[in-house]
T-cell receptor, first 114, second 113 residues
Framework: DAGITQSPRHKVTETGTPVTLRCHQTENHRYMYWYRQDPGHGLRLIHY???????DKGEVSDGYSVSRSKTEDFLLTLESATSSQTSVYFCAISESVTGVHEQYFGPGTRLTVT | DQQVKQNSPSLSVQEGRISILNCDYTNSMFDYFLWYKKYPAEGPTFLISISSIKDKNEDGRFTVFLNKSAKHLSLHIVPSQPGDSAVYFC????????????FGTGTRLKVLA
């Protein structure tokens, strides 16, 4: 299994509070991704990173920001959490982006915004 | 606009029989495809892949078929086992420019013992 951990694994927070989720990898992969999984939507890309300090938006980036100061860590921040951000969040990594490049996923963080 | 569609939310199959999971896509630029399996409370795990230069890829009990003209791919599991019960996602990406995968909404497979 790829060495990917996510913290926290579960979090309940109130509307309007900031929340930061952490993804940590031990594989030294260059590319990292944040997805959210919701019923009826599958997995949707929030943000991704193609190197330290290099990030870009995915298809559902509104209300989220990311940072990557080290190869191994990719942080996802909800600046002011809303109930629509209640979801399961997955981090993924990949070694390359050419050819059929597999992405390896972390165990997920279940976030509930009340 | 759902570019990758899995139109069957769920599927039940008897143990030992074949499971066929389907995936349709609309973007003709997609040329790399992955299948993932996901158990509850775990992250998706990579299962099998195929590129558009092939129409079939096999790995043990799992075979993926790609029909480019129909923009359709399918995952065959033979024989199905109870441990295969999970949600299966297909994902597609285009080699031209981006490395983003678009995922389908998933199909929940239940293999009955």
């Amino acid at each position: 299994d790829a060495g990917i951990t996510q913290s926290p694994r579960h979090k309940v927070t109130e509307t309007g509070t900031p929340v930061t989720l952490r993804c940590h990898q031990t594989e030294n992969h260059r590319y990292m991704y944040w997805y959210r999984q919701d019923p009826g939507h599958g997995l949707r890309l929030i943000h991704y990173s193609y190197g330290v300090k290099d990030t870009d938006k995915g298809e559902v980036s509104d209300g989220y920001s990311v940072s990557r100061s080290k190869t191994e860590d990719f942080l996802l921040t909800l600046e002011s959490a809303t109930s629509s951000q209640t979801s399961v969040y997955f981090c993924a990594i990949s070694e390359s982006v050419t050819g059929v490049h597999e992405q390896y996923f972390g165990p997920g963080t279940r976030l509930t915004v009340t | 606009d759902q570019q990758v569609k899995q139109n069957s939310p769920s599927l039940s199959v008897q143990e030992g029989r074949i499971s066929i999971l389907n995936c349709d896509y609309t973007n003709s630029m997609f040329d790399y495809f992955l299948w993932y399996k996901k158990y509850p409370a775990e992250g998706p795990t990579f299962l099998i892949s195929i590129s558009s230069i092939k129409d079939k890829n096999e790995d043990g009990r799992f075979t993926v078929f790609l029909n480019k003209s129909a923009k359709h791919l399918s995952l065959h599991i033979v024989p199905s086992q109870p441990g295969d019960s999970a949600v299966y996602f297909c994902a597609a990406s285009a080699s031209s420019g981006t490395y983003k995968y678009i995922f389908g909404t998933g199909t929940r497979l239940k293999v009955l013992a």
